[in-house]
């Protein structure tokens, strides 16, 4: 890393951060109802160096390109802003943040629904809190990463993926609960093997649906008397006259409920039946949240005719990948699955 950074600056960085990206297992669209979540970091991580310098300047190994910004200025619309709004909350909170230079190089695949704007964030806020030798917890951390991107780039993204991003480790499921903020590691048993699997379609339009969607659940709470969906159960969902506000808090409320019946799938070692929460997950994500696409739903379709136990969109959905839950021992998963999606590729192995 301080090799691309001194062919970009000509000199050495000094500080450097790395975060990584996630998948989420299970628990999609339910972190903004302050529900529960339960995703693992990846094995591909964002890097950041950096040294102080006499303005804001960044450049991006993946994107070929080296911008000027601004943390104590307005956004300027571009990649850079996921770097600037991190930055400006810090500012806001009070923190030291002088002008640096800094490059970035990331193996997390941008738009693929695997966390790539967590990853920089978290990477420049810890790279920014090292150079300035401020101690800030994990969770703090992941909440200016989210507060940066909700304020600064305009996507009101709830806080999972900063959290798993933060707070995750390696080979561990994190069980998130995003009303307390509390996030608890799970570890996987050997025979839980998950490959990720992108459909070869890009997010599409995602930002503008998903904060529609953000909307029409906290509007859904609303009409309930509630804070938040977390609070509702199926019940109480009767109240609710508007068919497609009752299919989006329809999701919600059985999602989380998936997600604690997932962790204790996890803890019993019952792999066939996290795989069927994750099927029964991907088909409310499809027709009641409406956020997976025609890609995506084959690629499920194929990746269980293939022996997976289970498999679901990931993330937002809109396009971006699929997470599938694969026997270890089954070679011909893969060559199977691609021959049925020929766009589709293999994020990694093994996760
Ligand atoms: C995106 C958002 C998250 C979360 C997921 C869906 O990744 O950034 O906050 O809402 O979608 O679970």
């Given amino acids: 890393m301080s090799d691309a950074f001194m062919r970009v600056f000509g000199r050495g960085s000094v500080a450097r951060a ?31 160096a950096l040294a102080p310098a006499d303005c804001f300047r960044v450049h991006s190994e993946e994107m070929e390109d080296t911008l000027d910004f601004d943390p104590f200025g307005p956004p300027r619309g571009n990649w850079s802003d996921y770097v600037a709004g991190p930055l400006a909350e810090l500012v806001k909170a009070g923190f030291t943040v002088p002008p640096v230079e800094m490059t970035v190089r990331s193996s997390v695949p941008s738009g693929a629904g695997l966390s790539s704007s967590a990853a920089l964030e978290v990477a420049t806020l810890r790279a920014m809190l090292s150079l300035t ?55 996987l048993p050997p025979e839980f093997h ?23 659940t906290a509007e859904a709470a609303r009409h309930l008397g509630l804070r938040a969906l977390r609070d509702a159960d199926m019940a109480a969902l009767e109240a609710l006259r508007d068919d497609e506000m009752l299919r989006r808090a329809r999701h919600v409320v059985s999602e989380n409920a998936r997600v604690l019946a997932a962790v204790d799938a996890i803890r019993t070692a019952d792999v066939a039946g996290f795989g069927a929460l994750m099927n029964e997950s991907h088909r409310s994500l499809a027709l009641d949240f409406e956020v997976s696409t025609p890609t995506l739903d084959r690629l499920v379709e194929s990746a269980l005719d293939a022996g997976a136990l289970g498999a679901r969109l990931t993330g937002a959905g809109f396009g971006g990948c699929i997470v599938a839950l694969v026997p270890a021992e089954s070679s011909d998963w893969w060559p199977q699955v691609v021959a049925g999606n020929p766009c589709a590729w293999l994020v990694r192995n093994e996760v």
């Fill in 133 to 187: 030798g401020q101690a800030v917890s994990d969770s703090r951390i992941a909440h200016f990463a989210q507060a940066g991107e909700n304020n600064y780039c305009g996507v009101q993204c709830g806080i999972l993926d900063q959290m798993a991003s933060a707070m995750g480790r390696s080979r561990q499921a994190l069980l998130l609960d995003c009303r307390t903020n509390k996030g608890q590691l799970v570890p």
């Fill in 18 to 48: 790395s975060a990584p990206g996630r998948v989420s297992l299970i628990g999609d669209h339910t972190d903004y109802a302050e529900g529960f979540c339960l995703p693992m970091p990846l094995p591909l991580e964002t890097h950041v």
């Fill in 194 to 216: 998950f490959e990720i699997v992108h459909c070869g379609k890009p997010r599409h339009l995602a930002d503008g649906a998903y904060n529609e969607r953000r909307a029409t």
